[in-house]
């Protein structure tokens, strides 16, 4: 089971913010509250908002903890999960495999940044792409997708290949100036590729599959 919710973020009152803040639990206030500017306190309270929200529609109300790396975590084991915030989106995945999952906004972008975290084929796919800021964002979210599911941290993005096998990738383009990915080792996108490769589709050795609708349950949030 793989289930993805999305959600935006907006500016709240002083209030606002206030009775949002007091509905999160402890671990999620501590975050909050490690966040130095107010965009970045507003979203990482959307998005341990969001969390819980996603794990009650699942039936589950334990309050999430971290681990040592940042990763969010249930003590019970009873699912994994993944979260991420960029610019005035928030998004989270639920699985009952190891998972991650990342937004990004497009946004411009210095050349240097691939030149020093890309792989060959991604920054061959980067030269090529027609808009260069949107295949940036969607390959920095499938890279950050990819380290958050291993739990290697930020500092191994260099490393991270989004064309390695046994690596499988969902990502969505909800048309709103973002880039969504979710990637995973097993589950639901690699029965997906199965499935697709059995109905003759096109899916490159990573898995890498887009726009394909009702395999991964996606919920809009706070809409």
Request: charged share 35%.
């Amino acid at each position: 089971m793989t289930k993805v919710f999305f959600a935006k973020t907006r500016t709240l009152t002083g209030e606002e913010f206030e009775k949002a803040f007091a509905a999160a639990d402890g671990e999620r206030q501590k975050k909050v509250l490690m966040k130095k500017s107010p965009d970045g306190r507003i979203s990482s309270l959307f998005g341990g908002l969001l969390l819980t929200a996603a794990l009650q529609r699942a039936g589950i109300f334990e309050e999430v903890c971290f681990d040592k790396r940042g990763k969010p975590i249930l003590k019970s084991g009873m699912l994994y999960l993944s979260l991420s915030h960029s610019g005035k989106r928030v998004m989270c995945a639920l699985s009952d495999g190891e998972i991650g999952c990342d937004c990004q906004k497009q946004v411009p972008f210095s050349k240097k940044i691939p030149e020093k975290y890309f792989t060959e084929n991604e920054k061959a796919r980067l030269e090529t792409a027609e808009d260069k800021e949107g295949e940036f964002a969607r390959i920095w979210a499938a890279k950050e997708s990819f380290v958050k599911m291993t739990g290697r941290g930020l500092s191994k993005l260099s490393a991270a290949d989004t064309d390695a096998k046994g690596v499988f990738f969902k990502e969505y383009d909800l048309f709103d100036g973002y880039k969504y990915a979710v990637g995973e080792q097993d589950g639901d996108l690699r029965q997906l590729v199965k499935e697709l490769k059995e109905n003759g589709s096109q899916a490159d050795h990573s898995g890498r599959v887009e726009d394909v609708r009702g395999v991964v349950l996606v919920h809009e949030l706070h809409e």
